[in-house]
Structure formats: C-alpha cells, structure tokens
C-alpha cells in the first residue's frame, strides 16, 4: 500500500527553527494534496498547512509567516519549515497526502505515524 514517513521533529528552544519531512512510498499512481497536521496533548488535530501538487499552499492563521511548506513532486516528499517556534507549537506533526494508488480507484488520505515537535520555553 502507501508508507509515509516523516523525520526532523525534535526538541527546540522558543524562537529556534525546525525542518519536518515526510516521505511516500508504496504503490502510488498520483499524490494530490499533501500536507501536515497537529495534535497537542488535550487538543483537537488541526490542519497546519497543505500543498497540491500544482504547488498552490494553504496555512492555518496562527503559523501563517513563520511556516512554510513545500514538496518534491519526483520525489514524493513534503517538507514543513518552521521558523520563530513559540511553545505553543508543542505537538505531533503528522503528514498527510490524498494518494491515488492507480487510475482505476479514488485517492484516499493516507496518515505518516507523526513526529513528536516540543518547544521549550
């Protein structure tokens, strides 16, 4: 099926910066919308920012200016840049991308395991 797996989450001090990738692999025919999402302990997930493969972005307000997303489409990856990271950002970064496994199915979302991101004041 479809494997994604994301790398660079880590611990940071307040105002430090972060680089979050995920990779796709398995059977993929075509990658749509890619993109991250976040669950802080006793929140809700929310969307943090999405990409299409035609490169159009999208952005939660709260990360708007400090994060930026961005993907390889050759090499089926996005990456989440973060910059000026406050304490609040503390969460699991998961990634995800609508995935078309042939021409013959729909895309479905697929989910990477997540990557644990903490902030230190």
């Known amino acids: 099926q479809v494997q994604l797996v994301e790398s660079g989450g880590g611990l940071v001090q307040a105002g430090g910066s972060l680089r979050l990738s995920c990779a796709a692999s398995?059977?993929?025919?075509?990658?749509?919308?890619m993109g991250w999402y976040r669950q802080a302990p006793g929140k809700q997930r929310e969307l943090v920012a999405d990409?299409?493969?035609?490169?159009?972005?999208n952005y939660a307000d709260s990360v708007r200016g400090r994060f930026t997303i961005s993907r390889d489409n050759a090499k089926k990856m996005v990456y989440l840049q973060m910059n000026s990271l406050k304490p609040e950002y503390t969460a699991v970064y998961s990634c995800h991308a609508d995935v078309r496994i042939s021409s013959y199915y729909r895309s479905k979302y697929y989910w990477g395991q997540g990557a644990q991101v903490t902030v230190s004041s």
């Open positions: 990409i299409t493969s035609g490169g159009t972005t």
């Open positions: 398995g059977i993929i025919f075509t990658i749509n919308t």
